[in-house]
């Protein structure tokens, strides 16, 4: 029985990436190995994010206009998380809605470039 799925990214400067996950997300840093970092693992709710020190893919030239995800994160409250967001700064390519599918979401663009989508069951 899979009892959780915790995505692995790629970034060149774990330092900074943790700063940005913990300060502009509000994850927690739940270790890191090596010094330097050469990995290290993040999380919010009890739901984790690994970060690997490696050159990102080749980037794909219509990655934002066509907003090809990295993750889509299911949350309880997408207007308080926009919120919460909102407030510190961060980077949005799409201002929260409701969808289509019936779901109130946005998405964010994080300090390494990755689209993560954010949603919940729409009102």
Known sequence: ???????????QDIP?????????????CL???MDPPVYAIVARDEHAIHFR???PPTPNAG???DELLDAYLFV??????HAEYAAKGVEFTRQLGNT??????????DC??????FGADAP
């Open 112 to 117: 390494d470039g990755r689209l993560l989508a």
């Open 16 to 28: 900074a990436t943790l700063a940005y996950y913990k300060n502009k997300l509000g994850f927690d």
């Open 63 to 65: 990655k934002y206009a």
């Open 76 to 81: 309880q409250d997408a207007d308080a998380l």
């Open 53 to 55: 020190c490696a050159a």
């Open 31 to 33: 270790g890191t190995w």
């Open 1 to 11: 029985m899979i009892r959780q799925i915790a995505p692995q990214f790629f970034t």
């Open 100 to 109: 289509p599918w019936e779901t109130r979401e946005f998405v964010i663009k």
